[in-house]
DNA sequence: CATGAACTAACGGACGTTCGTTATCATGTG
DNA sequence: CACATGATAACGAACGTCCGTTAGTTCATG
């Protein structure tokens, strides 16, 4: 996925590990044992770079979600006209999304347990500058629509069917190929580039 | 919300307590001694009612999820033409969403940790009725389009604004009447009914 | 008197964290 | 070049706390 530096310091290493196991299992699910067992090196080791469990957690999100929040805003602000900078939005924002699974259960993770200063921190250090790229695409697309009520739905299109592929499996009329990314984003572009045709 | 029995056993009034700690918290996030407490109990005592911590969890969910399942499927199967059915089922899954937080916490977090067979477990005790409903709408609002994905996008598009809403207070271009239940499903509905209008 | 549900007390283990020590290594000095 | 120095980061061990759970006991109710 990402290119290891060849020489990585510890402190990436630990939280190159740390990113996936906070992501699969939480803040409270994984223990610093855990961490330090997965990285190969002792518990207290950890300490040498962090100062505590949050301040490790608060620094494999920054690093997790590094460099995603310039990726986002950069495909919504490309040129061209509207309904091609939605398709190009859709398509990069749903590719996105399935090769790091790790920044949307993080994401998911936040919304549902982070404390107010996490969700502050994650909001204007992260979301402000895609979320404003994006509501400046949605008032381009429909300008009698809310442009914020707009970029979540467009938003929300796309990362529910993510979300909810652990239980539609269980669910009839499910088919395999409704997991794929490409599939989600023709369906998505479809559903919105009728929503918001020109009248 | 749900009209309490007069004569509640312990077992009801330790479910009722457990489901917004759980829904608020998560599995790990609340201690047996905890739940105890809420109820007024010694946390040794919850063991006359339930033989492990998991099986408090597994009967909070199925306490929680009750008649939820009937409720949503009940307005997607009701009479009339299709556009009516999906503003009713809207409107009807806006306002259970927003009267029942724990309901929706619980479910999303189900979506992030859920084990395969609570999953299933869900998924067919719960969901699968009414998603078969929603299904059935969506092949009948539109015959061309997947009804399992539009399924999916319907409910994404409703739950996505209440997911977002702890982080949106941070975003740009917010107003306070995007996260009232009314407002959100008129964005929903007028989204879905330009996109799902017969051509 | 039998039964079920409450209590007090405790066990064993996992957790975050701290402590004191050791090993490695670049650097400055004789 | 040889060697002391200081910083960095690793280590093993332990502390105190909280956790899920169990055991044994009391007590009210039928």
């Given at each position: ?14 939280l ?7 992501a ?5 699910g994984?223990?610093m ?21 949050q ?5 494999a999100?920054?690093?997790?979600f590094?460099?995603k ?20 939005f ?50 381009d ?9 707009l ?37 998505v ?11």
């Amino acid at each position: 996925m990402s290119i290891p530096a060849p020489s990585s310091t510890t402190k990436d290493r630990i939280l190159e590990v740390a990113v996936p196991l906070f992501a699969s299992a939480g803040f409270d699910g994984v223990s610093m044992r855990a961490i330090a067992t997965a990285v190969g090196i002792q518990p207290a080791s950890l300490y040498n770079h962090f100062p505590d469990k949050q301040a490790l957690y608060l620094n494999a999100m920054a690093y997790a979600f590094a460099d995603k929040a310039r990726g986002i805003s950069e495909t919504a602000r490309a040129p061209g006209s509207p309904e091609a900078r939605l398709h190009r939005f859709i398509d990069r924002f749903t590719a996105l999304m399935a090769e790091d699974p790790d920044f949307r259960r993080l994401l998911q993770r936040e919304l549902l347990d982070g404390d107010e200063n996490r969700l502050r921190l994650v909001a204007q250090q992260v979301f402000r500058e895609p979320f404003g790229a994006i509501s400046a695409l949605a008032q381009d697309l429909d300008p009698e629509c809310d442009p914020h009520m707009l970029a979540i739905s467009m938003a929300g299109l796309v990362l529910f069917h993510f979300e909810t592929a652990p239980v539609r499996r269980f669910l009839p009329g499910m088919r395999v190929e409704q997991d794929s990314p490409s599939v989600i984003a023709e369906h998505v572009k479809r559903l919105l580039s009728r929503a918001l045709a020109r009248v």
